[in-house]
C-alpha cells in the first residue's frame, strides 16, 4: 500500500503514481508513434523537476540517518525504490518498444556501431567541426580539481592509461559538454538514404573520446548527469531588491546539493563510486540507464522529423463561442459574461480582449498579474504598445514562480523601463492570482471590466493546458479585483469583497465552511454532492473537511489530475467519496468547485489547488459563477464530461493506488478531451 500518513496518502509517491500514469500515454498503442516519445520525455522531465524540488529533504534525513518524522531512512528507501522502478520502465519502454517502432518507420537513433564507413567519416567531419573546438577536458590532479558540473549537464568522466604530458599517471578527466551543442543531429539524405537517421551528441563525443586524450589511452568512461536541488531560497524580509536577489540566487541554482547521479547502464563501479563520493551521494541516489542519461532531450528528434503522420491531427481551437466576431468587447460584456474553455476554444478571444483595450482611446488604465508568460509574449507586447500609447499600466510580476524566474525578471525590467509600474506582489507570498483589469471611461463615469482565469497568460501553453477564462463587466468582481490590484500595491488592509474569495485571507476557510454546511445538511437527510476538478489534493484541513463531510453522507467527486492524499472508498471511512484523475491529450489545468444542496447549485472558479501553499502561502482568488447557463456548460463539460470518460482516467482505490478505468460496452468509445475537441469542431463547421 502506498505510504500513509495520519491516515492519508503520501504526497510525493502520489507524485511518482502520477507519472507513472502518463508514462502509460507512451506505453499506450493507440498513441501516434512521435506522441509516445513525447510522453516519455514529459515524464523524465517531470522526474527532473521532482528531484529538485522534492528529494533533497528525503536525502538529508537519510544521511543524518534520522528513523522517524516526515522524512527519514525509510521515505528515502521506499522513494528510491519507486523511482528506480519507473526509470527501468521508462528504459524497457524505449528499448524494447519505441526503438522498434522507429525502425518500422525507418527511423533510427544510430550507434557508432551501426555506422557505415562513409557515415563515421560524416559524422567524424561534424565532430571536429562543430563540437571538438567547444570541448576542454580536464585533467584531475592537485591543481586541476574536480571542475563545478552544473545541474542536468551532460558531462563525461573517462580513465586514463599512459601518462601525460609531464610523465605522471592522473588517470581521471572530466570533459564538460556544453549546452549549446544540439543532443540530436539529423543525418544528411546523401548517408541516410531513405532512412531518417538521427545521430546523439554523446555518441558522436562517445566515438571520439580519443582523439581529446593524444597520447593516452582510453580505458573507461561513461556519460553522466548530475541533478541538484534548485528551489531557490531567498529570504525576503532580509534583502533590499527581491529582483536583483533573485538574479543572483538563479546563477548559483545550477551548483545546488547533488540529489541524483545518472551514469551508463556500462559504467564501472570505479567510476560510478568516484562520482558518488565526489558528490556525496548514496547508492541510491546512483541511476544506471541503458540509453541516453537525459530523455529529455529526445524531443529534439521529434522536431528533426517531419513526419505529421506519426503525431496528433493538428487542433487548433475555435474561437470562442460567445464572441461575436468585428463587435466591441465592451459592448458584449453589457449583455453578459463571456467564459471561453481552453485550448477547445482559443485563447486568441483573451488576446483579441486586451488588443482592443490598447487600442481604446477611451481605455485609460490596465492592471494585470504575470505569473508564467513565456520568454515570447504577445501579450506582453500588448502591454508594451499599451505604455507606448500613454495608459497607466500596472504589472504585478511574481519573480518567484519557479523555474520561469528569468523570464519574468526580464519582463519585468523591460516594462519598468519604458515606464510601466511593476510590482513585485507581497514579501513572504506568491502572487498566482491570474486577472487583468480594464478601466474605461464611458461619458461621465469610468467603467472597468475584468478577466479572471484558472490559468496563466501564456499563449503557448493556453494551446496545451485546459483551462477556464471569464471575462466580465459585473460591477462586484471588478470592484472586488480593483481591491485586490491596491492592496498588492500598498499592503493595506484588505476591505470585504463580494464576490472574491482571497487567498491567504478566508479562501481555505471559505471552502471548509461551504464544505461543513453541505456535510450539516446531508447529516439531516439533505441530498448534497460535490465535484471539484483540481490539480493536486494535497492541504491537510480541506482533504479532512472532505472525509468528514462525506462521512455525513455527501457525494463527491474529485477529478483531481496530479498529487492527491486523500484515500478514497475506504470502508467505513471515505465510502461517498470517489477520486479518478484523467491524463489526457492535453494537460488538466482547470480548478472547478461544484456544490450542490437539494436544488441549490453553486459554481466556483479559482486560480489554486487545494494545496497548502495555495492556501496560506499564496496569494490566490475563486470567483462564482453565476449565470445559469454558462453555470450548466461549465458542468457539462469540465465536470460530467470528466467523470463519464471510459478511456483516459484512472480511479483511485482504497489500497492507495490507481487503476485505468474499463470500456464496458463493445462501441467505440472516445475519452471527455476528444469529445470536446469533437464538439468545438462542430461548432466551427455549423457556422
Not at 556525496?280 to 542519461?293: D, K, M, S
Amino acid at each position: 500500500m502506498v505510504g500513509v500518513l495520519a491516515d492519508l496518502l503520501d504526497r510525493d509517491h502520489s507524485i511518482l503514481s502520477f507519472n507513472a500514469r502518463v508514462l502509460n500515454w507512451a506505453e499506450r498503442e493507440d498513441v501516434p508513434l512521435l506522441e509516445r516519445l513525447r510522453y516519455l520525455c514529459i515524464v523524465s522531465s517531470n522526474l527532473d523537476e521532482f528531484f529538485e524540488v522534492r528529494a533533497e529533504p528525503h536525502l538529508a534525513a537519510y544521511q543524518a540517518g534520522d528513523t522517524k518524522g516526515l522524512y527519514s531512512v525509510e521515505t528515502f528507501d521506499r522513494l528510491s525504490a519507486s523511482v528506480h522502478a519507473l526509470v527501468e520502465r521508462q528504459y524497457n519502454l524505449y528499448n524494447d518498444q519505441l526503438l522498434p517502432a522507429f525502425e518500422k518507420q525507418h527511423i533510427r537513433i544510430i550507434s557508432h556501431g551501426e555506422r557505415t564507413a562513409s557515415q563515421r567519416a560524416w559524422v567524424r567531419q561534424y565532430f571536429n567541426r562543430e563540437v571538438k573546438p567547444l570541448l576542454i577536458p580536464v585533467g584531475l590532479d592537485p591543481s586541476h580539481p574536480f571542475p563545478q558540473v552544473a545541474n542536468k549537464s551532460l558531462n563525461f568522466i573517462v580513465r586514463l592509461g599512459g601518462k601525460d604530458a609531464f610523465g605522471r599517471s592522473n588517470e581521471i578527466a572530466i570533459v564538460k559538454v556544453p549546452r549549446v551543442l544540439p543532443r540530436m543531429i539529423r543525418m544528411p539524405a546523401k548517408e541516410s538514404g531513405s532512412k531518417h537517421l538521427i545521430v546523439s551528441l554523446s555518441s558522436v563525443i562517445r566515438a571520439h573520446l580519443t582523439d581529446l586524450f593524444p597520447g593516452r589511452t582510453v580505458e573507461q568512461f561513461s556519460q553522466f548527469r548530475v541533478t541538484r536541488h534548485s528551489d531557490l531560497a531567498v529570504d525576503e524580509e532580509d534583502v533590499k531588491n527581491l529582483r536583483t536577489a533573485l538574479r543572483q540566487g538563479l546563477v548559483h541554482r545550477h551548483y545546488g546539493q547533488a540529489v541524483r547521479l545518472e551514469v551508463s547502464a556500462g559504467c564501472s563501479d570505479f567510476l560510478a563510486n568516484m562520482l558518488l563520493e565526489q558528490f556525496e551521494l548514496p547508492q541510491q541516489a546512483l541511476y544506471r540507464v541503458p540509453g541516453p542519461v537525459n530523455l529529455v532531450r529526445l524531443t529534439q528528434a521529434i522536431d528533426l522529423l517531419d513526419r505529421p503522420d506519426l503525431c496528433f491531427p493538428a487542433y487548433r481551437g475555435s474561437y470562442p463561442q460567445q464572441i461575436a466576431p468585428g463587435q466591441s468587447f465592451f459592448e458584449q460584456l453589457k449583455k453578459g459574461d463571456i467564459l471561453i474553455h481552453q485550448p477547445f476554444e482559443s485563447f486568441d478571444g483573451v488576446l483579441d480582449f486586451l488588443r482592443e483595450a490598447v487600442h481604446d482611446p477611451q481605455v485609460l488604465a490596465i492592471k494585470q498579474t504575470i505569473y508564467r508568460t513565456g520568454a515570447d509574449s504577445e501579450l506582453m507586447d500588448l502591454l508594451r504598445e499599451a505604455v507606448r500609447r500613454g495608459k497607466e499600466v500596472t504589472v504585478v510580476v511574481e519573480l518567484k514562480a519557479r523555474f520561469d524566474e528569468e523570464a519574468n525578471i526580464n519582463w519585468a525590467e523591460m516594462l519598468e523601463s519604458i515606464g510601466a509600474q511593476v510590482l513585485y506582489g507581497v514579501v513572504g507570498l506568491k502572487t498566482h492570482a491570474k486577472m487583468m483589469l480594464i478601466t474605461r471611461r464611458e461619458g461621465r463615469v469610468l467603467k472597468r471590466y475584468g478577466h479572471l482565469s484558472t490559468g496563466n497568460y501564456n499563449p503557448r501553453t493556453a494551446k496545451l493546458y485546459t483551462d477556464i477564462s471569464h471575462i466580465t463587466a459585473d460591477t462586484a468582481l471588478t470592484s472586488d479585483m480593483e481591491h485586490v490590484f491596491v492592496h498588492l500595491a500598498s499592503q493595506s488592509r484588505l476591505p470585504p469583497l463580494k464576490k472574491l474569495w482571497m487567498a491567504p485571507f478566508y479562501l481555505q476557510q471559505k471552502l471548509i465552511a461551504k464544505i461543513d454546511a453541505l456535510g450539516d445538511s446531508a447529516a439531516k437527510g439533505v441530498p448534497c454532492r460535490i465535484i471539484a476538478k483540481m490539480n493536486a489534493l494535497t492541504d491537510e484541513a480541506l482533504v479532512l473537511s472532505l472525509m468528514r463531510a462525506g462521512s455525513l453522507g455527501v457525494q463527491i467527486d474529485l477529478i483531481v489530475r496530479g498529487a492527491c492524499t486523500l484515500p478514497a472508498q475506504v470502508p467505513g471511512k471515505t465510502d461517498n467519496i470517489r477520486v479518478r484523475s484523467v491524463i489526457g491529450r492535453f494537460l488538466e489545468h482547470s480548478r472547478v468547485f461544484y456544490f450542490q444542496e437539494r436544488d441549490a447549485e453553486d459554481m466556483i472558479l479559482s486560480s489554486a489547488d487545494w494545496m497548502n501553499r495555495n492556501m496560506v502561502r499564496r496569494v490566490e482568488l475563486a470567483w462564482p459563477v453565476t449565470d445559469a447557463v454558462q453555470r450548466q456548460r461549465i458542468l457539462e463539460e469540465c465536470l460530467l464530461a470528466y467523470l463519464s470518460d471510459r478511456v483516459d482516467a484512472w480511479e483511485l482505490g482504497p489500497d492507495g493506488e490507481y487503476t485505468r478505468t474499463k470500456v464496458i460496452t463493445r462501441k467505440k468509445v472516445i475519452g471527455a478531451q476528444a469529445a470536446l475537441m469533437a464538439r468545438y469542431r462542430r461548432d466551427v463547421r455549423a457556422k
